[in-house]
Each structure stands twice: as structure tokens, then as C-alpha cells.
């Protein structure tokens, strides 16, 4: 799913995932003793909150919730000029984390209004469902609901939406029929699961053959995280390579792909997606032509913090590769303090 240059070191989603077990502290709220008022003003901070999608008849209630966010290992910041919450926890991983202390004013309310809208980047979340519904017991608002998350983050929900400018895919939810993928998709093809990936593996990501493709089945099959995950069999594309040679042979190479990042359907950040293989700028036209894509994906696809990543093909023309939940992706070659600050600016 969100890797950039493979999965141990620049991936958020194929490190472990967020565990929602220990961060149920959160849900202990609820029983929390209430708040005096005088209290509950004094460490009140003026932010601007979003408001509820519902109509409120009387004014939201105040929570506190900082002590146990930061009992589980998460912090929470709104970022300059008070416009939005991020709810961030260092995932050990370079190219995901940032620490918005260093680079915008935050302050750390004690209190917020209750459904405040949140953006999570706290690496890849393990059950999205089970963590939204956690932080809405606490009044926050992750900024995709599960349904949206899951058209960005899965196949089977993105793909049905833009299968007009991505790789034509088959998937299955029990065994693989492979009579049929090698009918219906020919050699090489390439597979993956719904959300990623084994570790961007060359020897199970491309099967050239059916011998292959029976192998790349039983090593995903076996692997401890993708191995309950439908299996996805893609048409093989020819993607325009990069200037440099690839850095690690067992890898997919990579080609010339960009990622978009897109905020309520505005771009508010792209770059090269293999930042770390050689360095590569797109020309102007290139780059117009993939992000036109990426707007039209994002269009389709209607999720609110959304990342596309776009391929070209030796043929010169763009295709989607893949969509994923922002929260849960890695910047790549976007600069992550411009790709916020255009977010804080869309939202003000
Ligand atoms: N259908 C395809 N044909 C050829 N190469 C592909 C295809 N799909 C993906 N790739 C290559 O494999 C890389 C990883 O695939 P991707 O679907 O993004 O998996 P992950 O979610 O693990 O990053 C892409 O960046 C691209 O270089
Ligand atoms: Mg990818």
C-alpha cells in the first residue's frame, strides 16, 4: 500500500500498525468526573473548531482528553493559527514522520469541543473501523470515515471507480482461480494484495510465468501480515524506467511514478515517488499531465485526505497505480512541512 521505496525503511503501512488494544485508555473518558466551568475555561484554548455535520441545538461539551491521549504514546497539535488537529506519534519510519512542533506554532489544548475533525498520522491503523469509533468516543472526528478510508486504502474500493486509468485487476476472496488469472491476464502479471505489497519484492510482486505465479500465491500465503488479505492479479504494465539503475535488484525496480497528495480535493502536495532512487524531476508536461490524472482519481474517488500515485508508462502516457488513506502515507519526495502548511491554507 503506502511504501515509497520499499517497506522496511520508508514505509509506515508495512512496519507494524497501529494497535488499537493498549489506545482503548482513551475510551476510559467517558467516565471521567465532570469538569468545574471556571476549570474548564482556564485551559480552553480558542481553536477554531470544525463544526459538527449535524446541527446542534445546544453548545458541544467540553472533554478533556490529553492525559490519555499522551498515556498511549499519541500527541495531539493544532498547527499554525489554530486551523488544524493532528493527532501524530513518531513511527520510527524517515519519510513518514514529522515533528510538526519544530516546524509550526501548536499548542497543546487540555480541552477541545467535542467532534472536533482530526487528521491521525500515526503510521498504518490496523482496524480503521475500531479506531474511529474509539476516537469518537473521546469527541474526535478522524477526518476519513472508514467508508472513505477504505475507498483510498483498498482495491476493491478504489479500483471500481477509476478502472478506466489503472491496470485492469482480478481478485478473489477465497483461493485464487489461477486457470483464470493466467487466462485473463497473461504473463507477466503482477501481484499483490488489496492494500500492498510484499515488501515490494520483485520474485512475488512479478510472476512471468505460472510456475512463478503458483509461487508468488504461497509466499503471500504465508507471510504473517498479507497472508489473510485477497489476493489481487494486475495486468503487467510496461512503466517508463528511471535514469538510474535500480538500488536493489530483488526489488521492483520502480519507474517514473509521482504521488499526490489531496486535501477536500485540492493538491496540496507531489513528488517523486521513488525519492530515493536516483533523484528524478518530471518535466512540467509530465508532471501536468499526471497530477491532471491524480485530480480526476481524487474526483472519483471522493475521500477526503487522499493520496494517488501515478506511473508513466514506456508509451509516454500516465496510469494509476494505486490510492491510499493520506494518514497512513509516506511523504516520498514531497516536502512534508510545504505539503501541511498548503493543508493549513486550504482550510483557513
Ligand atoms: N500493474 C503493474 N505493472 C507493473 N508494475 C507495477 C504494477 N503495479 C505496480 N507496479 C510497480 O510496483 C510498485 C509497487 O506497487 P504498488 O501497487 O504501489 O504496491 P505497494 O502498495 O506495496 O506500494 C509501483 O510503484 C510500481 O513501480
Ligand atoms: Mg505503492
Known amino acids: 500500500m503506502k511504501s515509497n521505496t520499499g517497506l522496511v525503511l520508508t514505509s509506515p503501512?508495512?512496519?507494524?500498525?497501529?494497535?488499537?488494544?493498549?489506545?482503548?485508555?482513551?475510551?476510559?473518558l467517558a467516565a471521567q468526573p465532570p469538569v468545574r466551568p471556571a476549570e474548564r475555561e482556564r485551559n480552553t484554548v480558542s481553536l477554531r473548531a470544525k463544526p459538527s455535520r449535524t446541527?446542534?441545538?445546544?453548545?458541544?461539551?467540553?472533554?478533556?482528553?490529553?492525559?490519555?491521549?499522551?498515556?498511549?504514546?499519541?500527541?495531539?497539535?493544532?498547527?499554525?493559527?489554530?486551523?488544524i488537529f493532528v493527532l501524530a506519534r513518531p513511527f520510527g519510519v524517515p519519510t513518514y514522520d514529522l515533528?510538526?512542533?519544530?516546524?509550526?506554532a501548536c499548542t497543546h489544548p487540555?480541552?477541545?469541543?467535542?467532534?472536533?475533525?482530526?487528521?491521525?498520522r500515526v503510521g498504518a491503523i490496523a482496524d480503521y473501523k475500531a479506531f474511529f469509533t474509539m476516537l469518537g468516543t473521546i469527541g474526535l472526528r478522524l477526518v476519513n470515515d472508514p467508508a472513505a478510508s477504505y475507498r483510498a486504502?483498498?482495491?476493491?474500493?478504489w479500483y471500481p471507480r477509476i478502472t478506466h486509468v489503472t491496470a485492469r485487476s482480478l481478485w478473489f476472496e477465497g483461493e485464487p482461480d489461477l486457470d483464470r488469472v493466467a487466462r485473463e491476464?497473461?504473463?507477466?502479471?503482477?501481484?499483490?494484495?488489496?492494500?500492498?505489497?510484499?515488501r515490494h519484492r520483485r520474485d512475488v510482486c512479478i510472476a512471468p510465468d505460472r510456475d512463478a505465479l503458483e509461487r508468488a500465491v504461497a509466499t503471500y500465503r504465508g507471510d504473517p501480515v498479507l497472508?489473510?488479505?485477497?489476493?489481487?492479479?494486475?495486468?503487467?504494465?510496461?512503466?517508463?524506467?528511471?535514469?538510474?539503475?535500480?538500488r536493489h535488484a530483488d526489488r521492483i525496480p520502480g519507474g517514473r511514478e509521482i504521488r499526490s497528495f489531496w486535501w477536500k480535493g485540492r493538491l496540496v502536495g507531489d513528488g517523486a515517488y521513488w525519492s530515493r532512487d536516483g533523484g528524478w524531476t518530471p518535466s512540467p508536461v509530465d508532471r501536468a499531465r499526471a497530477l491532471s490524472l491524480g485530480e480526476e482519481a481524487a474526483r472519483c474517488l471522493d475521500v477526503p485526505f487522499l493520496v494517488v500515485d501515478t506511473a508513466q508508462r514506456v508509451d509516454g502516457s500516465w496510469v494509476i497505480i494505486e490510492a491510499n488513506d493520506a494518514q497512513e502515507s509516506g511523504y516520498a519526495g514531497i516536502s512534508p512541512v510545504a505539503l501541511w502548511r498548503a493543508v493549513i491554507e486550504a482550510e483557513r
Open 99 to 104: 515533528d510538526f512542533e519544530r516546524f509550526f
Open 153 to 157: 486504502n483498498d482495491l476493491r474500493g
Open 13 to 28: 503501512d508495512a512496519a507494524q500498525s497501529v494497535p488499537v488494544g493498549p489506545l482503548c485508555l482513551l475510551a476510559g
Open 227 to 246: 497472508g489473510a488479505q485477497p489476493l489481487v492479479f494486475r495486468e503487467y504494465l510496461e512503466l517508463a524506467p528511471l535514469p538510474s539503475a535500480p
Open 55 to 83: 446541527t446542534r441545538s445546544t453548545p458541544p461539551r467540553m472533554i478533556p482528553w490529553i492525559p490519555h491521549l499522551r498515556a498511549s504514546g499519541l500527541g495531539i497539535s493544532s498547527g499554525v493559527e489554530d486551523t
Open 185 to 198: 491476464m497473461g504473463f507477466p502479471v503482477f501481484v499483490k494484495t488489496v492494500q500492498q505489497t510484499l
Open 110 to 120: 487540555v480541552y477541545l469541543p467535542e467532534d472536533v475533525e482530526v487528521t491521525a
